[in-house]
């Protein structure tokens, strides 16, 4: 991996009347209105690369408003350093230039955001954040908590399927890595409802098993004698926006308002659309479920599981159970319909053969802002519980062999039976 810019330099030099026409279009050189027009720029060393990058951060990262960085002080302290790269190049590693990214993002307050270098870095700032804080209990989630292998200890959520469920419908769909269950919580009439992504609406077009848990769920949300519903969104890391509207649009029969959501109408740090209303929509078989409602969450519930949180607190019976979510609120769309979101940067030529741009580096950012319906933007904080559950391994695994979840356990008295 060592020196990959400067072989990327020289293999790619040879490439392109592309890239000299770029140059001599005055398009491409306006205002950016599109943050798939991003990384235009062609970048033959390293000051180009992390000016391409500073430029692109300055116009189209959406949460600068609430975001401590400095972005003016960042180009002050690391222009001279990046300069100073090109002194001599070929001694210049790529694990020196992954460290001066690294500290360049790590404060950023997006939690969806990801810089990866074409030298096979990746940079995680709110990952790198979870993994060094004493507060995050990690030992647990190492993985997806719906693991497709129940008997994992690291999966203890994956467990209540079999520990604490009288009635239960389960669907694993292998092939996507997911799994859902619902069913009826022993020694009570509370419905429970648990899944590990947000792909829902597309694996009810897939998978048979994931159709029949949720036509199961589905009858019970109006069966008379359920007195209450549990949904836990516990180690889910998010996915489709659409499946909001499917989920909470299931209990509700008139749209629900959950907050604001803005983005970028310039290329200037703090030139932003006005705060539109965040809207869940029913859906067409919605009816208002007016009974005792608790979310389960954690520390690794991030995106659309925080969304879905939130949403839920909107019902006069809701409550959330666990700990607090990851904090990656802002929605992600694709990167044409806004002028701000993901993009690459450090165009370092376009092949001939295959007509292939290839980049030094691409961010994965948010392309909104969203602004819960209390005024407070929880990016980068996460979404407090309304009751604090801690969990750690001596709290699941008992003497005897005995498996409790101390989470669930506390969101099933919240129900009166």
């Avoid at 951060?57 to 400095?70: A, E, I, L, Q, R």
């Avoid at 629900?256 to 030139?271: E, P, Q, V």
């Avoid at 519980?385 to 969101?411: C, F, H, S, T």
Wanted: charged content about 15%; some cysteine; aromatic content about 14%.
């Amino acid at each position: 991996m060592k020196n990959r810019i400067n072989k990327s330099f020289s293999t790619l030099a040879f490439i392109t009347f592309v890239i000299c026409l770029s140059f001599s279009l005055s398009s491409c050189h306006k205002d950016v209105t599109s943050s798939n027009q991003i990384g235009t720029t062609y970048a033959s060393n390293y000051s180009q690369v992390f000016e391409d990058f500073w430029r692109d951060m300055n116009k189209t990262y959406v949460f600068w408003s609430v975001d401590p960085t400095n972005w003016d002080a960042v180009h002050d302290k690391y222009a001279p350093i990046f300069d100073s790269l090109n002194v001599n190049p070929g001694k210049t590693t790529d694990s020196v230039v992954a460290h001066y990214f690294k500290e360049i993002v790590d404060g950023l307050v997006d939690s969806h955001y990801n810089l990866s270098l074409i030298t096979g870095y990746s940079i995680s700032p709110s990952l790198d954040r979870k993994w060094t804080n004493p507060q995050f209990i990690g030992s647990l989630f190492k993985s997806n908590l719906h693991a497709l292998y129940p008997d994992s200890i690291n999966y203890y959520t994956a467990k209540v399927d079999s520990n604490y469920l009288k009635t239960k419908v389960i669907a694993y769909d292998t092939a996507n890595a997911f799994y859902c269950a619902s069913g009826i919580l022993k020694g009570t009439n509370t419905l429970y409802l648990s899944f590990s992504t947000f792909s829902l609406t597309y694996e009810l077009k897939v998978d048979s098993q994931v159709i029949k848990t949720f036509k199961y769920f589905m009858d019970q949300l109006v069966n008379p004698a359920i007195t209450g519903l549990i949904i836990d969104v516990r180690g889910n890391g998010g996915g489709q926006v659409s499946d909001l509207n499917y989920l909470i649009g299931s209990l509700i029969s008139s749209p629900l308002k959950i907050g604001y959501t803005r983005s970028k109408n310039g290329s200037g740090r703090l030139d932003y659309t006005p705060w539109a209303d965040a809207i869940v929509t029913p859906t067409t078989w919605g009816n208002d479920f007016t009974k005792p409602i608790v979310v389960l969450a954690d520390g690794l519930s991030a995106s659309m599981s925080e969304l879905t949180a939130m949403a839920l607190k909107q019902f006069p019976n809701a409550k959330f159970v666990g700990d607090t979510t990851w904090g990656a609120n802002g929605p992600l769309t694709q990167n044409s319909d806004f002028n701000a979101g993901s993009f690459s940067f450090g165009n370092i030529g376009t092949s001939i053969s295959s007509a292939t741009t290839y980049y030094y580096g691409s961010v994965y950012t948010s392309s909104t802002m969203f602004k819960y319906i209390n005024g407070n933007v929880y990016e980068g904080k996460g979404f407090p519980p309304d009751y604090v559950v801690k969990v750690g391994p001596k709290d699941i695994y008992l003497a005897n062999n005995v498996l409790k979840d101390p989470q669930l356990e506390k969101a099933i008295s919240l129900i009166p039976q």
